[in-house]
Nanobody
Framework: QVQLVESGGGLVQAGGSLRLSCAVS????????LGWYRQAPGKQRELVATLTRGGRTTYADSVKGRFTISRDIADNTANLQMNSLKPEDTAVYYC?????????WGQGTQVTVSS
């Protein structure tokens, strides 16, 4: 249905920034909702941010004011700008695309924030 490939993860010091990108195999306009989730070791996968086709955004309370989700129509990507990173943001970050009520996932990209 939809192939998703994340990039942009890495190691950063606390207070730093990273920008994650997700290449989407279908037109962004076909996607009902784009999202970023994360999973830390020993924890369940949790929602970070979502962006609907209509442009509505939602954020986890823990990232509000620090993270921004966006889409680039020209590049057909979903992006997550992460600022003021904290060690507790360390996790594997997954791109999600909802199409025809089905969830599609990328393979994930590791983000590690050192204190």
């Amino acid at each position: 249905q939809v192939q998703l490939v994340e990039s942009g993860g890495g190691l950063v010091q606390a207070g730093g920034s990273l920008r994650l990108s997700c290449a989407v195999s279908r037109s962004i306009f076909e996607i009902d909702a784009l999202g970023w989730y994360r999973q830390a070791p020993g924890k369940q996968r949790e929602l970070v941010a979502t962006l609907t086709r209509g442009g509505r955004t939602t954020y986890a309370d823990s990232v509000k004011g620090r993270f921004t989700i966006s889409r680039d129509i020209a590049d057909n990507t979903a992006n997550l700008q992460m600022n003021s990173l904290k060690p507790e943001d360390t996790a594997v970050y997954y791109c999600n695309a909802v199409l025809w009520s089905h969830d599609n996932w990328g393979q994930g990209t590791q983000v590690t924030v050192s204190s």
